[in-house]
Nanobody, 124 residues
């Protein structure tokens, strides 16, 4: 089970920190990621992190503003979001899959097996 939290409403230029609490699987050994979906748009990859935390992947649109991290001891995934813009408004989802596979498909939601219910982020 993946449960997201930390979403909310913020003004442009502000920051939010999303959390994803994982339970029921050995998620510490999984590739973990964050996706987002705005109304009328396809779900898109925001960031992903390898199971050992040694490799991260980011969408070009968030590089330098968002940081993905994980606390394996707490089975928790984070997404630190800074300098938010209205274009970041979306439902944000936590996802997991057995391996990042060298990042070849990390951005494509169809290659991810497990999903949370999402947390809404609104930037005005």
């Amino acid at each position: 089970q993946l449960v997201e939290s930390g979403g909310g409403s913020v003004q442009a230029g502000g920051s939010l920190r999303l959390s994803c609490a994982a339970s029921g699987y050995a998620y510490s050994s999984y590739c973990m990621g964050w996706f987002r979906q705005a109304p009328g748009r396809e779900r898109e990859g925001v960031a992903a992190i390898r199971s050992d935390g040694g490799r991260t992947y980011y969408a070009d649109s968030v590089k330098g503003r968002f940081t993905i991290s994980k606390d394996s001891a707490e089975n928790t995934l984070y997404l630190e979001m800074n300098n938010l813009t209205p274009e970041d408004t979306a439902m944000y989802y936590c996802a997991a899959r057995p391996a990042c596979s060298r990042g070849l498909t990390w951005h494509d939601y169809k290659y991810w097996a497990y999903w949370g219910q999402g947390t809404q982020v609104t930037v005005s």
